[in-house]
């Protein structure tokens, strides 16, 4: 997502914490970032281009070998991540340090800033580089589909149909959480949300919320981030982005403005439920950490 889609995230996150997870954003985030996970989300897509975050580039995002204009999406851990870096790797590495109180105040805030980007479809896809070499049209301008993806349609989507306000758009997603279309959704949301689970076990291990927040604070201190195991829950969540790829991301017509016609009005619904969704699980997944509950 641009800017406009992780404060989205952000906003929404904020509005779910638990108390020591709400605790733990405020006093980390500070008066910086207004104590909000809403203005501190843009950061890591701010910092990439930097020289010294270069390294940080491949964390936002991982590159699923799949043939989505064959109706075959899906992500494999070891072939699309494998040994190197990927948004998978990431998040296993980004929540220990997230939770490890042996870390600088400084360290714990960049784990929290680099925690959310997954729900992007085009961000869990390789082809055509994450859809990056395949030139669009939005709204008469020249772009691509990942950018189109990523703020194109919605900047749009704020300006058509949430006042052109991104906390606004936020709260409105927050109340379709809460009483509206994805109240119902929520549980299902919420079915992955272990901190630890790696991606070997394949989700049948059972274990207590208490036992995993124990496991996650035993990590070894000297863990580096390419011995990280990327863990299961954000390979399901990887999964679900990945399946829009099939669906509705590569089914626009040839010379398609895709602001401005029937595929806008097919994307609009993926991208709120995508926001909203990893809005709600970054919240759970803090919850996890800090409460020992979501
Ligand atoms: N960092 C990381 N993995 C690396 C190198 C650095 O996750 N291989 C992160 C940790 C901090 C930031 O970079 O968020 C700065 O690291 P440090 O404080 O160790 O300089
Ligand atoms: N991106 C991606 N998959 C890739 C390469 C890039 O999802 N294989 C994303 C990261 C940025 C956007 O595409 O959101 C543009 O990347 P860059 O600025 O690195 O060209
Ligand atoms: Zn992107």
């Known amino acids: 997502w641009g800017t406009l889609g992780h404060q989205t995230v952000g906003y929404i996150a904020q509005e779910f914490l638990a108390p020591k997870a709400l605790a733990f954003v405020q006093s980390s985030l500070g008066s910086t970032y207004d104590k909000s996970l809403g203005p501190a989300a843009p950061w890591a897509d701010s910092v990439k281009y930097e020289s010294a975050y270069r390294w940080s580039a491949p964390l936002h995002f991982v590159d699923a070998e799949d043939s989505p204009l064959s109706g075959s999406c899906f992500v494999q851990e070891q072939r699309d991540c494998g040994d190197e870096d990927c948004i998978l790797t990431a998040i296993a590495n980004y929540t220990t340090r997230v939770a490890r109180t042996s870390l600088s ?40 589909l990942h950018a189109a993806w990523d703020t194109g349609m919605v900047e749009k989507n704020i300006d058509d149909n949430h006042g052109g306000s991104v ?62 195991t990327p863990l299961q829950c954000p ?38 439920l995508q926001l909203a969704k990893q809005g709600y699980r970054l919240a759970a997944w803090l919850n996890v950490i800090f409460d020992g509950s979501t």
Request: glycine share 6%.
């Open 105 to 144: 105040a400084t360290q714990r805030q960049q784990a929290l800033k680099f925690l959310g980007d997954i729900g992007q479809p085009l961000h869990v896809e390789a082809y055509e580089v994450g859809g990056n070499d395949i030139s669009a049209k939005c709204s008469g301008d020249s772009t691509n």
């Open 167 to 228: 906390t606004t758009y936020a709260a409105d997603l927050v109340a379709e959480i809460k009483s509206g279309s994805y109240k119902s959704l929520t549980s299902d949301w919420l079915s992955c949300t272990s901190i630890t689970e790696p991606v070997s076990t394949r989700s049948s291990e059972a274990h207590s919320v208490e036992d995993d927040v124990k496991r996650l604070l035993s990590r070894g201190e000297d863990e580096t981030a390419a011995s990280i």
């Open 235 to 272: 390979l399901v969540w990887a999964q679900e982005s990945n399946a829009f790829c099939c669906s509705v991301v590569f089914s626009y017509t040839s010379g398609e403005d895709l602001c401005t016609s029937s595929y806008y009005t097919k994307a609009v619904p993926v991208i709120d």
